[in-house]
């Protein structure tokens, strides 16, 4: 504890506090919108395209189309390089999940696709991610 006998010790005390206590309320309003945005993509459980959180981005003041989207994600090692599919990491964290689709070919028997989806978790990990790389 600072020696409160000293006028000018607790003066800057108080400074350094007050200084500290302004500095964490400015982060808190920084990160406000990023706090909003996170909490709705965890409570809203749904798994998006990859097109959608590149729209997301965009709103969120990131230029960042589909494709360069996807360069990032295959850059980190989530997406693998000639596909649009999740590497084992990618699953592994949670970030996507693989939906099947039933779909007909005409004059061909019923097929299956698959879409790669980004998991609400995904959303919030690919968003801060990008903040923090691109905001540098």
Known sequence: LPDFNN??????????????RLLAETKLIEQEPKVKFAEKCLKSKK????????KVLTDEGFNIGQNRLYNLLREWGLIMKNSTEPTQKGMNSGYFAVEERLFSK???EDCIGF???V????????????DKELRK
């Open 47 to 54: 798994n998006v395209l990859i097109r959608e959180v590149a």
């Open 119 to 130: 998991t609400p978790k995904g959303q919030v990990y690919i968003v801060n991610r990008i």
């Open 7 to 20: 006028p000018a010790v607790a003066a800057r005390a108080w400074a350094d506090e007050y200084e500290g």
């Open 115 to 117: 879409t790669t989806k």
């Open 106 to 108: 005409p004059n061909e």
